[in-house]
């Protein structure tokens, strides 16, 4: 499965969303589609996963990076619409303990409040 | 640039019946063609990565583990060592304890392994204990299959550790539940790693539940720590197949197994297209 991301920016942070499978063969694409807004400077990133239906290491590897320089640049990046498949995966691997998680993308835009 | 086939590692957790699901796993990379280039199994799941590497069929597989892990081989208890446990002095505690006897488990496990050895396996096979000495982490690759898998299965204050050579082994769930690390070591490209977290039961009943309690919150602990950390600090592509079942499948279910084996190649089958797509080509 390819992996399709397009992008929404507001005022209060960009929302990306990203649709399909995001493993070792996808993982660059989506680390790309994300640094352009990072580069750009706007490190307030929602991820919609709502679309996402598996992650392997190297899409766990993407979220972190993604993730460091956000922090590093006074942004975040957050995920919404964690599918089930998705979180246990997120879980297992330590993730939903350093990531901030959120029901749906309306949470997660809210979540970034002056 | 040439290209060379990627290599496929299976690491099959500690799980007990859950663990049938590797057979569910292996029946669907047997439908779509796709070859192990090597096994790794620790506790339960070494158990099936013995199995399924000495070269038998799914069926077989299944036949054997069913046979072998019933309630029959915890039926009778150790009681010198409980004992000993309680009274060290008067029934010379040997420093190693167990509530029950592993008679039957040692001979149904020789029933089934007997005399082989890692040598004989048509696909190489990686077993998984702790060192109940030093608490390391031992790779058996080699040697008597029997000793290794006793070892790997050592489930603490169940039954004892086992000497290999001159150490005492014990569970490998106690050092590396999911030991993805031993197949990037190995040189795997692509690893699917099927783990399950050790269940808790509703309500602790006896000691002996008590311990197998806190002994779960260590490894479902110990699970996500190392699980983390050898997906972000290796460029092996860990794929995780997480079958998903929808009951609890105690430690000797066995009338479970069929099910856990249909889990585990439905969770398999939602990855094979990936699988193939990266399988297909790879920088030599």
């Not at chain 1, 750009?40 to 996402?52: H, K, P, T």
């Not at chain 1, 190297?58 to 990046?77: H, W």
């Not at chain 2, 040697?143 to 169940?158: E, K, L, M, W």
């Not at chain 2, 050898?230 to 430690?251: K, M, S, T, V």
Request: net charge neutral; aromatic share 8%.
């Amino acid at each position: 499965m390819s992996l399709d991301v397009t992008a929404e920016v507001l005022e209060r942070a960009t929302i990306v969303r990203v649709v399909g499978s995001v493993d070792s063969l996808t993982a660059d694409a989506l680390s790309a589609a994300l640094q352009v807004h990072l580069d750009e400077g706007r490190a307030r990133l929602v991820g919609d996963l709502s679309g996402v239906q598996y992650t392997s290491s190297a899409g766990l590897r993407a979220i972190l990076g993604t993730m460091k320089a956000s922090r590093e640049q006074g942004g975040d990046l957050r995920l919404a619409g964690v599918s089930q498949g998705v979180h246990r995966i997120l879980d297992l691997a330590g993730f939903t303990s350093i990531l901030k998680l959120y029901p749906d993308v309306g949470a997660a835009v809210a979540s970034f409040a002056d | 640039m040439s290209h060379t086939r990627k290599r496929v590692a299976l690491v099959i957790g500690a799980g007990s019946v859950k663990c049938a699901a590797a057979l569910g796993l292996w029946k669907a990379l047997s439908r779509h063609g796709i070859e192990l280039d090597m096994v790794v199994g620790c506790s339960g799941g070494s158990l099936y990565a013995a199995v399924m590497a000495l070269g038998y069929d799914v069926d077989t597989c299944e036949r054997l583990t069913r046979e072998l892990w019933t309630r029959k081989i915890t039926e009778r208890r150790d009681i010198r060592s409980v004992l000993g446990g309680f009274l060290p002095r008067l029934f010379r505690f040997d420093g190693r304890f167990a509530t029950i006897d592993d008679r039957a488990l040692n001979e149904t496990l020789h029933g089934q392994f007997g005399a082989r050895r890692f040598d004989e396996a048509k696909i190489p096979l990686h077993v998984v204990a702790t060192d109940f000495e030093s608490g390391q982490k031992v790779v058996l690759s080699e040697g008597s299959i029997f000793d290794a898998v006793r070892a790997s299965v050592a489930i603490p204050y169940v039954w004892k550790p086992w000497q290999v050579g001159d150490r005492w082994l014990l569970d490998g769930c106690m050092s590396d539940p999911l030991p993805v690390d031993v197949a990037i070591r190995e040189g795997a490209h692509a690893i699917l790693a099927m783990g399950f977290e050790s269940p808790y039961p509703r309500r602790v009943k006896s000691a002996s539940r008590y311990a197998f309690h806190v002994s779960s919150i260590y490894t479902n602990n110990l699970l996500r720590a190392n699980y983390s950390f050898h997906n972000l600090a290796h460029h092996a592509e860990i794929i995780p197949i997480l079958p998903e079942f929808d009951r609890q499948i105690g430690l000797f279910d066995t009338d479970q197994i069929p099910y856990a084996i249909e889990e585990g190649a439905r969770a398999a089958e939602a990855q094979i297209p990936y699988l193939k797509r990266l399988l297909d080509v790879v920088p030599g």
